[in-house]
């Protein structure tokens, strides 16, 4: 016996829940267990996130072996007997929720009830919670949902979804409620995820379905199904297709959609870009927000060729006029900003921040809740720091057909092979600031360069002694030089013939004669088309290296974290 729950309390939810119910005829055999209040009243009822543990109570006392709870706003997009197969074989079925770990998703309260330090909660993977599926013939299962309902009927589920204290860690953000609890309770039964979202049967946004979509989250709150439902009794069909495709596309969703939106105005290089960004989306996927993002270092690239976000925690939209006019009469939150279509007189950049003629930066507050027809801007700069918050928001993203394809160009051009090492320097530090540790070597190697070399009080020469080490080191492997320091890069290039040319030097924009990689790098974004795609490729070829020796800056760290990181790179590099 196999069942779908769902429990839809007010709101938007039992409309959503009756789509959902729809999708699911003729796609699904079993029964659909269905309520618009608390199943029983075993639990804290002012708390709705209760109301998923007792609809697993109720299926499991009804004699179902096979549960599947679904979210209300999901639907069905074709047979979902695959999904029941995998839960069978696996014995249940959760999605990795990739953006954090149960330090920061888990109450004070909620790990005193297991029993779990917020250090042990470091190293706990989150579950997402909006499908889970449990096999009660498999016994590690069994135990999860029962531990999940006991710990939901003693409170560990309660507390808020936004801090309001709960934490004086600073690692804490938010309770997560009942994921919260699912996920403390998978860990300590050492129960991995079994999925990821958009990698196969169930995806969050529509815009992220492939042929093996099964499930899928819709963001509209209408009765609008999403393309390729085919059920014209809840707004599919010819005029439901239109509007999602249309909204794949970018285009204007204003009369349809009831999005809630952050505009995001990155400033900086390209690690200061991605910092930002990761900020905005841990608030997005928190809020339930859409971003709208403008990069204004690369404002000569149209960044939509660039990036594919179809892989993203939150939808991401590039087409900034079209959404600047769209949300043209909403409020404004900093509010001194004005509009975004009509920025506030006296606004002007100043230094990496944009502010306001007052001083104020121009941010909302990445800690407080807002109203949900309110548009947040976040225009004020940022990054810099030792964190991995730049490298971590690659996961998420691909890179667009065109993009590898040039990468791959580049590669050959460069007659570059599989083993490598790299060499990171900015013409902006002057001295050649190398003062970290080379990522790729051991570390007791890496410090006999970066460490063991006494100075002779001239900056610039120690580096290049460094240098002359590092490459020493590696003697046998070609090296990569990527760098806006043209004369550093020719003086290097006559020194050691394993410098990887270009076969056709090109001098204009400041590149030198023996490697194209000594342009100026975001600085030139505003007017070179090229810019963009050139820094990735750079920071691809530098990652992928045995080793890699760099100066100060955001993108030599960047390229550092990269290269540590071989699954995020391979995901990358990998065709769309």
Not at 4 to 28: C, D, H, M, T, W
Not at 105 to 124: H, I, N
Not at 202 to 217: A, E, F, G, K, Y
Not at 248 to 268: D, F, M, P, V
Request: hydrophobic share 35%; with cysteine.
């Amino acid at each position: 016996m196999r069942c779908i729950i769902n429990v839809a309390i007010g709101g938007r939810y039992p409309k959503e829940q009756q789509r959902l119910k729809a999708s699911l005829e003729g796609r699904f055999d079993g029964a659909f267990l269905h309520w618009t209040e608390f199943p029983n009243q075993n639990y804290n009822t002012a708390n709705h996130y209760n109301a998923k543990a007792a609809a697993f109570e109720e299926a499991i006392k009804q004699g179902y072996k096979q549960i599947l709870w679904v979210d209300s706003p999901v639907v069905a997009l074709k047979d979902v007997g695959p999904i029941f197969h995998k839960i069978a074989t696996d014995g249940y079925l959760t999605i990795k929720n990739s953006g954090y770990n149960c330090s920061q998703t888990c109450s004070d309260a909620c790990l005193a009830y297991f029993g779990v330090t917020r250090d042990q909660a470091e190293g706990y993977q989150e579950h997402a919670s909006g499908v889970i599926g449990i096999s009660m013939e498999n016994p590690k299962a069994k135990e999860l949902i029962k531990i999940f309902i006991q710990a939901c009927k003693d409170g560990a589920c309660d507390g808020s979804r936004y801090h309001d204290g709960q934490s004086t860690d600073p690692r804490f953000m938010f309770h997560r409620q009942d994921q919260s609890v699912l996920s403390v309770a998978a860990n300590i039964l050492g129960l991995p995820p079994t999925m990821e979202f958009n990698r196969g049967m169930i995806t969050v946004c529509p815009n992220n379905r492939s042929d093996s979509t099964i499930l899928c989250w819709s963001h509209r709150r209408g009765q609008v199904l999403p393309y390729g439902t085919e059920n014209k009794k809840q707004g599919g069909g010819r005029n439901g297709t239109r509007r999602s495709r249309q909204r794949q596309r970018g285009g204007s969703t204003r009369k349809h959609s009831n999005e809630s939106y952050i505009y995001l105005k990155t400033t900086g290089g390209l690690n200061d870009n991605l910092i930002q960004l990761a900020r905005c989306t841990k608030y997005a996927i928190q809020h339930r927000r859409s971003i709208v993002l403008e990069m204004p270092t690369y404002s000569a690239t149209d960044i939509s060729t660039i990036f594919d976000f179809s892989h993203f925690p939150v939808p991401i939209y590039t087409d900034t006029e079209q959404k600047k006019k769209e949300l043209a009469h909403h409020p404004i939150i900093p509010s001194y900003y004005g509009t975004l279509f009509s920025p506030a007189k006296g606004s002007a950049w100043v230094g990496a921040n944009f502010s306001a003629p007052d001083g104020q930066p121009m941010c909302f507050d990445l800690t407080k809740p807002y109203p949900h027809d309110t548009v947040l801007v976040y225009a004020c700069g940022g990054g810099g720091g030792d964190g991995d918050e730049s490298v971590n928001i690659l996961d998420g993203i691909r890179f667009k057909p065109d993009l590898l394809e040039y990468y791959r160009k580049k590669v050959e051009e460069y007659g570059v092979p599989e083993e490598y090492i790299s060499i990171h320097l900015r013409a902006t530090d002057r001295k050649l600031n190398i003062r970290n540790n080379i990522t790729g070597m051991n570390l007791a190697d890496s410090n006999r360069i970066i460490k063991g070399m006494p100075s002779s009080g001239n900056t610039h020469k120690d580096a290049l002694k460094k240098i002359d080490a590092f490459i020493k080191a590696h003697s046998t492997l070609p090296i990569f030089v990527a760098s806006d320091n043209a004369k550093l890069v020719d003086r290097l290039a006559k020194r050691y013939p394993a410098i990887l040319t270009s076969n056709a030097p090109d001098k204009s924009h400041n590149k030198c004669d023996s490697n194209r990689s000594c342009q100026r790098l975001h600085s030139e974004g505003k007017s070179d088309p090229e810019n963009l795609k050139n820094a990735i490729v750079d920071l691809l070829l530098l990652a992928n290296a045995k080793a890699i020796m760099t100066s100060a800056g955001g993108y030599s760290r960047l390229a550092k974290k990269l290269l540590k990181r071989k699954d995020i790179l391979a995901k990358l590099l990998a065709p769309a």
